[in-house]
């Protein structure tokens, strides 16, 4: 049973940057892709951006794309994000997941870590 843990989320003010992290731990670990969602408490979950596990493909959501940059280590069986420019709208809970198929649907990920709180504040 893979698990998948996030650190790096806290609080920061409008305009900073943040690095999240996610590691997988708990077997053999070979997703087709690795995405990052964020949830608020009156929203549901959403797409924010995913990597193929192999190649060079990424994917982002327009709310986030040219400031935020998502990456892997594959060694570490860790994936990244990276959060420039920040806005209090980015305030969420963020959550990685795997998933063997598709990318931006949270339906095709199966699993999913425990999320980290990021707080942007003005």
């Known amino acids: 049973q893979v698990q998948l843990v996030e650190s790096g989320g806290g609080l920061v003010q409008a305009g900073g940057s943040l690095r999240l992290s996610c590691a997988a731990s708990?077997?053999?670990?070979?997703?087709?892709?690795m995405g990052w969602f964020r949830q608020t408490p009156r929203e549901e979950r959403e797409f924010v951006a995913a990597?193929?596990?192999?190649?060079?493909?990424?994917y982002y959501a327009d709310s986030v794309k040219g400031r935020f940059t998502i990456s892997r280590d594959n060694a570490k069986n860790t994936v990244y994000l990276q959060m420039n420019s920040l806005k209090r709208e980015d305030t969420a809970v963020y959550y990685c997941?795997?998933?063997?198929?598709?990318?931006?649907?949270?339906?095709?990920?199966?699993?999913w870590g425990q999320g980290t709180q990021v707080t942007v504040s003005s």
């Open positions: 997941a795997a998933a063997d198929v598709g990318y931006n649907d949270p339906a095709d990920f199966g699993s």
């Open positions: 708990g077997g053999t670990f070979s997703p087709y892709v």
């Open positions: 990597i193929r596990w192999s190649g060079s493909s990424t």
